[in-house]
């Protein structure tokens, strides 16, 4: 059984006073040999506050740098704390941590106080789990593999990506670019405040549901509506207080060049657009 590497970053109290003064960001650093080079990975990256943007390059290790953002204290916050005419010594760490095993590599900040931008080259053929929550948005360029990306305060952008695509926000639009998809498997595009623009491969072969409230569906490709009803959801069985209860969403079902797997693009408050390359 091969040998799990776990890598920490705890660096913050171990910097020189003078460095701590005077910076305006924390930098932090290193480079994860994987168990079998050559052969395809997973890397898993979780991040409470800050942005994740990854790269894949032809290479067989997982580089990450993470930049943590240094608070600066205001005058105000100064007056209201008494704490005018002292230094201000930030304490800054992006705790992160690594640990990898079998290709399989995690990633996690345990930072609180400040937000870590991380910055990660992955070999291409690389399958990704990523999710930030606030103060930063998702950025994915030149990967292959299966994609899921997950925000709450942010954007998602993935360029030039290719497999399969899972990628939902609340507040954001998503943005996806894919050279070639693979085959059988469903795919999601959602947000609740944003547009939904993907550009998919002009072959494309789909089952399609496409829901907007607040917003209109444009599409390149011919999309013909099926007679599968609007969502439906009925709970047959009576409540306590003899309540029934049917409700039905508003949706729209199609098939694009005679159906294939579910594609599935969603937004409250925002546009939708389904292109196809050119």
């Known amino acids: 059984?091969?040998?799990?590497?776990?890598?920490?970053?705890?660096?913050?109290?171990?910097?020189?006073?003078?460095?701590?003064?005077?910076?305006?960001?924390?930098?932090?650093?290193l480079t994860v040999p994987l168990s079998n080079p050559g052969k395809s990975g997973h890397v898993d990256v979780g991040?409470?506050?800050?942005?994740?943007?990854?790269?894949?390059?032809?290479?067989?290790?997982?580089?990450?740098?993470?930049?943590?953002?240094?608070?600066?204290?205001?005058?105000?916050?100064?007056?209201?704390?008494?704490?005018?005419g002292m230094f201000h010594i930030p304490i800054s760490s992006s705790e992160l941590q690594v640990e990898e095993k079998d290709n399989h590599v995690e990633i996690d900040v345990q930072a609180m106080k400040n937000?870590?931008?991380l910055e990660i080259k992955v070999p291409v053929n690389t399958s990704l789990t990523v999710q930030t929550v606030h103060d930063g948005e998702i950025t994915i360029n030149n990967v292959r593999g299966e994609i899921e990306a997950e925000s709450v305060h942010g954007g998602i952008t993935l360029l030039d990506v290719s497999g399969s695509v899972a990628a939902?926000?609340?507040?954001?639009?998503?943005?996806?670019?894919?050279?070639?998809?693979?085959?059988?498997?469903p795919m999601s595009f959602n947000t609740f405040h944003g547009d939904v623009?993907?550009?998919?491969?002009?072959?494309?072969?789909?089952?399609?549901?496409?829901?907007?409230?607040?917003?209109?569906?444009?599409?390149?490709f011919k999309i013909i509506k099926t007679e599968k009803p609007d969502m439906l959801t009925?709970?047959?069985?009576?409540?306590?207080?003899?309540?029934?209860?049917?409700?039905i969403e508003h949706g729209f079902y199609g098939t694009i060049a005679g159906g294939g797997p579910e594609f599935s693009f969603s937004t409250y408050h925002g546009d939708i657009f389904i292109r196809g390359a050119k």
């Open 234 to 247: 009925t709970n047959k069985d009576r409540d306590e207080d003899g309540r029934y209860r049917v409700v």
């Open 197 to 220: 623009d993907v550009t998919l491969p002009a072959t494309l072969k789909a089952n399609v549901r496409i829901k907007t409230t607040q917003g209109e569906v444009y599409s390149d």
């Open 115 to 117: 937000s870590v931008d």
């Open 1 to 29: 059984m091969k040998t799990r590497i776990l890598f920490i970053i705890i660096a913050g109290l171990c910097v020189p006073l003078s460095y701590l003064m005077a910076a305006e960001e924390k930098v932090d650093h």
């Open 168 to 185: 939902s926000t609340t507040h954001g639009d998503v943005k996806v670019t894919m050279n070639q998809i693979s085959p059988d498997k």
């Open 47 to 84: 991040l409470l506050k800050g942005s994740i943007t990854i790269t894949g390059y032809e290479g067989n290790e997982v580089d990450i740098t993470a930049r943590t953002r240094i608070k600066d204290v205001s005058n105000r916050e100064r007056k209201r704390d008494g704490t005018e």
